[in-house]
């Protein structure tokens, strides 16, 4: 489970309506290195689609979402 | 004791909130109980949605900018100055001069956002823009010489100033091209960092039908990466090329350093509470407009409305009332369509905008309210 996934980066998108949580994950991104591990947490659903869309488009891996009572964690790792 | 009010920055922010302060205090401003100080490193106020107009030979840039002191209340102390060092502790500014130091009771900072074109290897080389004097006037004679081949139009930065803008340089910029009669020579292709055309829905659910009736392109899911100055190439981070003949870009936005040095944030933007305007990390300190990490647009309208709420709940502080007026997240942008016609928008947190056909008459206004700005940076309108 997540908890076993150490993020390097985490943001905290919670609050934040669509396309927030995206737009953060996007700039966090791109400035980070390859191999680097960030957790999103969001509190709109729709990032449970843009997310995904994104993370697929740009060829990084999504590793995990872990759904909490109030928002989801999304870990997704950066690569090459 | 005189209650000190200090506001950091003379844009849209800190010119309404000074005057709404003046206003407000009026009695306690002139028996000497309150102070109202703006300190801003540019003696000049500039309104930056001019510089739209600029490319298209319709404004200059001079027309965007009017000296802050004809626009503040005389009731308002200004310093031109440039402030250096926040001390949240000790309530203390430090100015650029080495010798100034502002005390406050209450701070005010409203520091805008600034362009990092830097950030993008090969953008500030050869990427365009309009978001300032210069490079809105150098975008106008790169447009006058541009006959044929293909615009493109990125969406670089987010977040970016007027979110409206880009969408109106590109339908814009159709327009005038059909009008000069060299649009059947000219490709127009428009990119956005996510899986639509623009961050709020409804906006996008609008310019899809135009930029499909009007042969723009588009690429979604497109985040600048970096730009070949030589082989004018734009690469995105998903692994998209573009080939340009015309580069025109919104360049990614910083805040100002003060604020990430002072930790009031990270970034440049300041952590606020979204209805108060509070900084979370500092105590008697309120950040508005563009400096404010709240979720919406980096607009004037926002500054403006949210000036006024501020300018209320530091008047109510000083007569030791409870604060309050609240802002709720209201915005207002007007959004050109082409050249003759425009539409508008308003919304605010909880309710998205709906977006009306474009008309000449919305265009008239925006026209016209672009005249009668000067009169909400005087706090009036």
Redesign the interface.
């Known amino acids: 489970m997540s908890e076993s996934i150490s993020a390097d980066v985490t943001i905290d998108a919670r ?6 949580p ?2 953060d994950l ?2 966090k ?2 400035k980070g290195d390859p191999g680097t591990i960030y957790k999103l947490q969001t509190s709109d659903r729709g990032s449970m689609e ?1 997310v995904p ?2 993370v697929e ?3 990084h891996e999504l590793m995990e979402t872990v759904e909490h009572e109030d928002h989801w964690d999304i870990y997704i790792k950066k690569t090459e | 004791m005189t209650e000190r009010i200090v506001i950091v920055g003379g844009g849209t922010g800190g010119s309404v909130a000074a005057n709404r302060l003046a206003e407000k205090l009026d009695a306690e401003i002139e028996s000497g109980d309150v102070e109202v100080t703006l300190v801003t490193d540019d003696p000049d106020h500039v309104y930056k949605p001019i510089y739209l107009y600029v490319p298209f030979g319709k404004k200059t840039p001079e027309d965007a900018r009017r000296p802050v002191r004809e626009l503040l209340d005389p009731k308002v102390e200004l310093r031109i100055n440039r402030v250096v060092d926040i001390d949240t502790d000790a309530k203390r500014l430090e100015c650029q001069d080495g010798h100034t130091t502002l005390n406050y009771d209450h701070l005010i900072v409203a520091t805008g956002a600034k362009l990092a074109p830097e950030e993008v290897p090969g953008l500030a080389e050869d990427g365009h823009h309009f978001y300032g004097p210069q490079g809105a006037a150098k975008l106008r004679d790169a447009l006058a010489d541009f006959e044929e081949g293909h615009l493109v139009l990125s969406v670089v930065g ?2 970016h100033m007027c979110p409206a803008a880009p969408v109106e340089f590109t339908l814009m910029a159709d327009e005038w091209f059909r009008q000069r009669g060299i649009r059947d020579q000219v490709e127009i292709t428009y990119t956005y ?3 639509r055309l623009h ?1 709020l ?1 409804p906006i996008h659910e609008w310019m899809e039908p135009r930029f499909q009736d009007r042969d723009i392109n588009y690429e979604t ?1 497109f ?1 600048a ?1 970096s730009v070949d100055p030589d082989e004018h190439v734009l690469e995105s ?3 998209t090329e573009l080939d340009y003949d015309l580069l025109v870009a919104i360049p990614p936005h910083t805040g100002d350093e003060l604020i990430t040095e002072a930790g009031l944030g990270d970034d440049g933007w300041a952590e606020v509470n979204k209805h108060t305007l509070e900084a979370e990390r500092a105590e008697n300190v309120y950040v508005l407009g563009d400096a404010a990490d709240i ?1 919406t647009s980096k607009a004037g309208s926002v500054a403006h409305y949210a000036a006024g709420t501020v300018a209320d709940r530091i008047a109510s502080e000083i007569r030791g009332q409870v604060p309050t007026a609240t802002y709720d997240g209201k915005t207002v942008c007007f959004i050109e369509a082409g050249m003759d016609e425009a539409t508008f928008v308003e919304f605010d947190y909880e309710h998205p905008p709906v977006v009306r056909d474009e008309n000449k008459f919305i265009h008239w206004a925006k026209l016209a309210y672009n005249e009668t700005y000067w009169l909400t940076a005087k706090g009036l309108l």
């Open positions: 609050g934040s309506a669509c396309p927030g995206l737009m996007i700039g991104v791109k843009d869309e994104w488009k740009a060829g | 987010v977040p960092p996510i899986q961050g829905e899911f985040n990466e981070m998903e692994g979720p």
